[in-house]
């Protein structure tokens, strides 16, 4: 089963690179056409790995999120990390509208950032017994966290160009542009170090201290890591929803929660998911596209509502 999902997702990249507006076949790069060659490498290729990195990323900052919380139903969606880092973008836009992407970036991460332990400490003055209770108020955070940033940006007349930048689409993907992508790489080798210590938080703050663990030094630790991984995608790709929430909990229903046995599951498995929504986008209404967060929104939102039905049937 889970060499079938590795071999679906590693399909699913191959198709990606051959579908689109542009002409590209394999006949016509055993050929040399240098038109086709180009297509490959100044669109097709970048935005295929940006889809895989991005979709992993998404999925991988999700469960981990969710252990640390210990809710099933949190992602970087639904506490308000991208809210906050809109907020911080459109700081940017406002005050250094020529600003460079490693500035932006900057200011989304740092942004990004304060949001979540804002939250973090919004959660502990909640009740736990209710698992509906935090993604409900994180939705609220992020609602609030919004809402500020449409102020200042209908204010300003920014809200256009806001829009479009975090709203989730790979077509303008080229090579020049899409290295920030990468960043999500050494987050990735990071995370997957610091397993063993992920998983004995995620038991419980008492419990992990009596292993010896700063508690709120590695959840300081641990969110700075999704804070930065989910900014990189956010900004050069924007915000995709329901990943982050649907594909740990559906690693975790078929195949446990060790994340030992399923980080890198879940990360392949978002990746698929991610290039399947792409190409679907690509497709739907060819020659042109619409935004992959549609095509996600839908399907990521019938994936979530069957998680809902099944918890409520067990």
Known sequence: MKRGIVLVTLGLAVISVFVGSGTLTFQGLISGDSQQWLLLYETRLPRTVSLVLAGGMMSVCGVVLQKIMQNPFV????????????????????FFPNASILVRSGVAFVFSYLGVLLFLALSKRLPQRDPFILPLTGMMFGNVV??????????????????????GNFATVMKADHQLIYLTIPVFIVLFFMLHKIMVLSLGADLAQNFGLNVNQLQFLLLALVALGSTAVLIMVGSVPFLGIVVPNLIALKFGDHLKNTLFLTGVTGSGLLLLCDILARVVIAPYEVPVSVVMGILGGILFLVLLMRRRVA
Not at 79 to 86: A, E, K, L, Q, W
Not at 146 to 167: D, E, I, K, R, T
């Open 146 to 167: 919004g809402a500020a940033a449409s102020f200042f940006g209908y204010q300003f007349q920014l809200v256009q160009n806001m829009s479009s930048w975090l709203q």
């Open 75 to 94: 992602s970087t969606n639904a506490i308000g990390m991208v809210d906050s880092s809109r907020l911080g973008i459109l700081l940017v836009m406002l």
